[in-house]
């Protein structure tokens, strides 16, 4: 199996990076994952340093914070049709994109180790170069846009965030919150509870038309 033109030596250890905790709680992906996430952040930082010479530190941060993202990375995972590969337990809806993000990091962390950093960022740089130079202008994400919005439209209100009760089974929960600025109220859902405050951001910048 190929991952972004990159071909594993080690069956086994591609098998590993494969294999969420649900579906085997001894033998998965997880510390794969671990070391993923920093070659990823890593070779991503330097790409964007490289690509932005004369932007900020927190413009940097911000396009680094998008590129690295649980929504980025399952955006790649499903343009190379990851899905069917991966082994796991119960992939609710909620789960879904938190599941391929993981599973591409436990990838990247697998090439580190079989072939070491610099291929690893070449693999990753192949497909990450186009999403660095697609964002022209340093983004922001939905929670700032909204909190701007609303301050610009209404000064002195912030948006108010609230949890709501998780669902989803115990080992694999998802959270759910609600945002309610300008009389309007939309709610969001994710595999963490900063990725449910964004979604939910996210949803009511769509209601205002933003």
Do not use: C
Not at 43 to 60: D, H, I, K, R
Not at 153 to 158: P, Q, R, V
Request: aromatic letters at 6%; charged letters at 20%.
């Amino acid at each position: 199996m190929e991952i972004l033109g990159y071909k594993f030596k080690d069956e086994n250890l591609l098998n590993l990076a494969l294999t969420q905790s649900g579906a085997d709680s001894a033998h998965n992906n997880e510390r794969l994952e671990f070391i993923g996430d920093r070659v990823l952040g890593l070779s991503v930082a330097t790409l964007l340093f490289e690509m932005f010479p004369n932007e900020a530190e927190g413009e940097l941060a911000r396009r680094h914070a998008t590129l690295v993202s649980t929504q980025t990375l399952a955006y790649v995972a499903e343009k190379i049709k990851l899905a069917p590969h991966i082994r796991h337990g119960h992939m609710t809806a909620g789960r879904i994109q938190h599941v391929l993000a993981d599973t591409m990091e436990a990838l990247f962390g697998a090439i580190y180790l079989e072939s070491g950093f610099d291929v690893a960022r070449d693999v990753i740089l192949s497909a990450w170069r186009e999403l660095a130079a697609a964002e022209i202008v340093a983004p922001k994400d939905a929670k700032t846009t909204l909190q701007e919005f609303v301050q610009k439209n209404h000064t002195g209100d912030l948006p108010v965030y609230e949890f709501l009760p998780q669902t989803g089974p115990s080992h694999n929960p998802v959270f759910n919150v609600s945002v309610t600025a300008l009389g309007k109220t939309a709610t969001g859902s994710g595999a963490s509870k900063k990725e449910a405050s964004t979604a939910a951001a996210a949803e009511l910048l769509k209601i205002l038309a933003i």
